[in-house]
């Protein structure tokens, strides 16, 4: 298996279910990003890690918290979500954080908060 | 904050170029990217350039970069009904920055 994996595709839940994602990459990368895509709006960069650790956290409430166990894997864990975090949320990995190696990206999860 | 702009959408018939245009602000721009995204799907990496060019080619894709205008197009030629998708331009500051900047997408509808 190669590039970048997520699970589940697809994911409803109410507001007060918890429930996570998953990201996995089998590119041999160090660093893994957490995106959020909306309708109409660019993507929004989420969280970094680099080697595991976290290095960004684009002002995201605490209602999504990441995980990175290792460089291959990656997770979002979710609780009390509202309506508007609805949204296709895409992974993705690339070779270092501080380089221009570009980022390739998984399929994404489409989250509906009912 | 640093932008990218793109138009929204463009159509085109089956055998024609598709030619689809972005602009950024950012003048230390050091790589700039386009993403392709199908239905359904997560961002492809199509191809990218390095701000010390102005063009690449690769098969039916051609990169056009002017830095002084700080205007990037994608041009594909003969498009095919495969080629419907949304196309996300994206740019990287500096060295060492790691984040992508994207526009919003333009969506390509290829007309048989």
């Known amino acids: ?114 | 904050g640093e932008d990218v702009e793109q138009s929204l959408f463009l159509s085109v018939r089956e055998g024609d170029s598709s030619v689809i245009n972005c602009t950024y602000t950012d003048s230390s721009s050091t790589y700039l990217y386009w993403y392709k995204q199908e239905p359904g799907a997560g961002l492809q990496l199509l191809t990218y350039i390095f701000s010390n060019m102005d063009m690449k080619q690769d098969q039916r894709l051609t990169v056009l970069l002017n830095k002084k205008d700080k205007h990037l197009s994608l041009r594909i030629a003969d498009t095919q009904t495969g080629d419907s998708a949304i196309y996300f331009c994206a740019e990287i500051s500096g060295a060492g920055s790691y984040q992508l900047t994207f526009g919003k997408g333009t969506k390509l509808s290829v007309i048989p």
């Not at chain 1, 994911?11 to 909306?38: D, P």
């Open chain 1, 1 to 114: 298996e190669t590039g970048v994996t997520q699970t589940p595709r697809h994911l409803v839940m109410g507001m007060t279910n918890k429930k996570s994602l998953k990201c996995e990459q089998h590119l041999g990368h160090n660093a893994m990003y957490w995106y959020k895509q909306s309708a109409k709006k660019p993507l929004e960069l989420m969280f970094v890690y680099n080697f595991k650790e976290q290095t960004e956290n684009n002002s995201v409430p605490s209602r999504f918290s990441p995980e990175c166990p290792n460089s291959s894997h990656l997770f979002l864990h979710l609780h009390t979500l509202q309506p508007e975090d609805s949204a296709l949320y895409l992974c993705a990995s690339s070779g270092r954080q501080d380089s221009n190696q570009p980022q390739h990206f998984g399929d994404g999860t489409r989250l509906s908060i009912l």
